[in-house]
């Protein structure tokens, strides 16, 4: 994974390259001329091995805005940024009855949570607006 490009999936956008894992973290270097380094939770990464891509659910802002990684870094604090426990996990998240913010993520992309009854897909996305009138009543 060393060398692949960092993609936000936010803006769809080149982030920075991936330079190492430590633990549950990937480590991504971001800038042009001043390079910082940022460590980014497993969880919200895929990797497009044929791409040499490492996508990411988190916005640039949100990544350039937690800790910056040095030799070392201090999890607790990066842990912290991203809603994490001391122990690296997923913190509770606030009014989910206990669940944690990434199973209420997965939750909301089955179709459950508090995003239950909305339809699977969006007409106003596919252009199609008028999706419950019949082809004779559209205009």
Known sequence: ???YDFITAV??????TVVERKGDYVIVEHGTLRKHRYAVPETTVDVDEEAK???TTLSGEMISESPKVDNDFDHHAVGLHYGMDDAGG???AEGTG???AVE?????????GDMAGLPDESPALLGDRLSDVSDEEKP
């Open 1 to 3: 994974m060393d060398g």
């Open 11 to 16: 803006d769809d956008k080149r982030w920075g």
């Open 53 to 55: 891509q490492v996508r």
């Open 90 to 92: 997923p913190s509770v």
């Open 98 to 100: 206990g669940d944690t």
């Open 104 to 112: 209420e993520r997965a939750q909301i992309r089955e179709g459950g």
